[in-house]
């Protein structure tokens, strides 16, 4: 049993639809990268999972356990074992309490008075590497970074099983970033965590995440180990997105294949790949709708799949 | 010199705060050619958007101008008056932002705020529009025309932060200042807007202040690379130089840690060990004393003053001091 089954969760926003079936599955201790391009659905899939967004069909399980549609009343306990970690580091913190009541609000909320807050404020404080003083400032007296990091300690403090992490380092410096992977890939190490990571930054994947699905227009279009899709990817959309990473050498010749267009309108679904028309591989056959196909772990939806 | 269009000679910029002065910048300086592209690079606190800010004079109440000047054209802008300064601004200095979402004005249309900019223009409102349409089309959104009448949540992240170029563009600036342009882009998106930009800069012949934490973008656009911690300056140079030949231990650690040059998967990365150090109470000596595995007993006694290495490149680095060898 996975410790996260995704099914076929599907998400409309009135006639638009965000999410037209995503399946995948985390492991215990298990990182999985979900990349592409904005407005691909990744951040709706992961609070639909966190039951912040609606998922009308499909499903959710944690643990064996049916979570999709669940009432705020029956998911309040599952909070403690499913942690989310928010894109806007600041937005995400209430401008009017202080670092430690943020902190130290989800053992408020879980009811655990037996603990002692300012204790436990220090030693989060102290996992992610910030000052103990810090517990006295409000969210406007942080910078980014800073506060990023007390959404990392908010995120752990109730050691869950998982955490959704949407975009952890967007905006950090280098060595921050640095700092934040090695604590979260630590963390994984020794309490066994497991991570859905949203993220625009290849490089974050490439040393974080053991598995990775690459979405697009609200589907799944490729998934597999890391190190597989890095070294081979198979479908056109997966190759254009990789060929784009910079890299940090002034010399670097990249062969950078050229994405056609703009994302189409997902109130206009085009027919057949919904790639097609963008896709710089396309083929005559490609105006036939791909199915999902899995070979040796590795799943696809490509119709002209690149070897 | 002729070709120079910006200078910032020895520029130092304090805060007045409750803790005491915060010295945001110290002894800044560098230029910018005519059409050349200078990337600035350096952690969050290092004085980048301080020093966007002091260029475009747009700096808080509590910021004091302690010494320096930002020659622009052979004019110090430090010293003109607001009036002029205005006139500079989105005329002859633009910028773009970070955050295209945050950029344009959620209730007007792009075809009414592109018309907005052009309020020193004389020009008949058929030709802004026009003009519009044609700066839209340059930075490659499709049906320019039609596409005038919609308002910025119809477009992409991508499209919105074209759109905020094609602004800045508009006036033909000598100068484009980009604050991480790309920071809130996907990889495909970043690689568009920093092609978009090439051949925007080629066209327009303008210069680039492009401000970033990501060395990759910064080695594919930049010519020259100003690399600044804890409001200094600690090296500067040719992009090349730079990548590969870091002469200051803290830009040396600094690219060691972007994990795009570690190919294979590591468990550990690295990082640089330490905090900056507070602004408001500068230790003596070099200011990345403390971090740096190399530090010797002369870091702590004396500042390092920034010198010029070879052609085009300089570092505020003891090691490379002549008597360091002795």
């Known amino acids: 049993m996975s410790l996260l089954d995704v099914k076929d969760l599907k998400t409309s926003y009135g006639p638009v639809n965000v999410l037209a079936g995503v399946s995948f599955t985390v492991e215990q201790g298990e990182t999985y990268a979900l990349v592409g391009e904005s407005g691909s659905g990744k951040t709706t899939v992961i609070r639909a999972i966190a039951g912040l967004a609606p998922a009308q069909e499909g499903s959710v399980k944690f643990e064996g356990r049916e979570i999709r549609g669940a009432s705020e009343r029956e998911l309040r306990p599952l909070r403690k074992d499913i942690a989310m970690m928010f894109q806007d580091p600041v937005g995400s913190l209430s401008p009017r309490l202080t670092i430690r009541s943020l902190i130290t609000e989800p053992y408020r909320i879980q009811g655990m008075k037996e603990r002692d807050l300012d204790a436990e404020a220090k030693r989060l404080l102290e996992m992610v590497n910030l000052p103990a ?17 007390v959404g990392v300690a908010r995120a752990l403090a109730l050691e869950p099983k998982l955490i959704l992490a949407d975009e952890p380092t967007a905006g950090l410096d280098v060595s921050v970033q640095g700092e934040l992977l090695n604590l979260m890939n630590d963390l994984r190490e020794r ?27 609200g589907r799944l279009v490729e998934e597999g180990t890391t190190e597989a899709i ?21 010399d670097a ?53 690149l070897s | 010199m002729t070709d120079t269009l910006l200078e910032i000679d020895r520029l130092s910029v304090d805060y007045e705060t409750a803790r005491g002065d915060l010295k945001a910048l110290r002894d800044i300086s560098f230029d910018v050619r005519k059409g050349e592209i200078v990337g600035i690079v350096g952690e969050s606190g290092c004085g980048k958007s301080t020093l966007i800010s002091s260029i475009l004079r747009l700096t808080a109440p509590n910021t004091r101008f302690r010494q320096g000047e930002v020659r622009f054209r052979g004019e110090d802008l430090l010293q003109l008056p607001e009036r002029k300064m205005r006139d500079l601004r989105g005329a002859d200095i633009s910028i773009v932002f970070q955050d295209p979402m945050q950029t344009h004005n959620p209730v007007l249309s792009i075809g009414q705020q592109m018309l907005d900019i052009q309020h020193r223009s004389k020009a008949s409102k058929a030709d802004k529009r026009a003009r519009a349409a044609q700066m839209l089309g ?10 005038l009448d919609q308002f910025p949540h119809e477009f992409s992240g991508g499209m919105r932060q074209r759109i905020a170029i094609a602004m800045a563009l508009m006036s033909e600036p000598d100068l484009l200042i980009a604050d991480e342009p790309t920071t809130a882009l996907d990889a495909t998106l970043e690689v568009q807007i920093i092609e978009r930009l090439q051949e925007l800069q080629q066209e327009f012949d303008c210069a680039i202040l492009f401000i970033s934490h990501h060395l990759g973008v910064i080695a594919e656009l930049c010519d020259r690379v100003v690399v ?86 300089q570092a505020a680095c003891w090691l490379n001091h002549k008597e360091a060898a002795e």
């Open chain 1, 253 to 305: 010749r990249l062969e950078r294949i050229a994405l056609k267009g703009e994302p189409p309108s997902l109130l206009r679904r085009p027919k057949g790949c919904e790639f097609r028309e963008r896709c710089p591989f396309a083929q005559e056959i490609c105006i036939q709708t791909p199915q999902w196909e899995v070979a040796n772990g590795h799943g696809l939806r490509c119709l002209a799949p």
């Open chain 2, 138 to 147: 340059a930075v490659g959104i499709p049906d320019p025309e039609a596409r």
């Open chain 2, 228 to 313: 600044m911690y804890a409001g200094a300056v600690v090296e500067s140079g040719e992009v090349r130089e730079i990548f590969h030949d870091p002469k200051h231990p803290y830009t040396r650690r600094l690219i060691d840690c972007d994990p795009g040059h570690i190919k294979e998967r590591a468990r550990v990365l690295p990082t640089i060990p330490g905090e900056v150090p507070d602004l408001a109470n500068l230790p003596g000596g070099c200011i990345f004393r403390d971090r740096c595995d190399q530090a010797m007993p002369r870091c702590a006694a004396e500042v390092p003053p920034l010198e010029q290495l070879k052609d085009g490149h």
């Open chain 1, 133 to 149: 003083h810090f517990a006295d400032r409000y969210p406007y007296q942080l910078s980014g970074g800073q506060a990023r990091r």
């Open chain 1, 191 to 217: 309490l066994g965590l497991a991570m859905v990571i949203i993220t625009h930054n290849l490089n974050v994947v490439r040393h974080v995440a053991d598995r990775m699905g690459i979405m697009y227009l």
């Open chain 1, 230 to 250: 890095f070294k081979e990817p198979r479908h056109p959309y997966t190759r254009c997105l990789l060929s784009a990473n910079p890299e940090p050498d002034p």
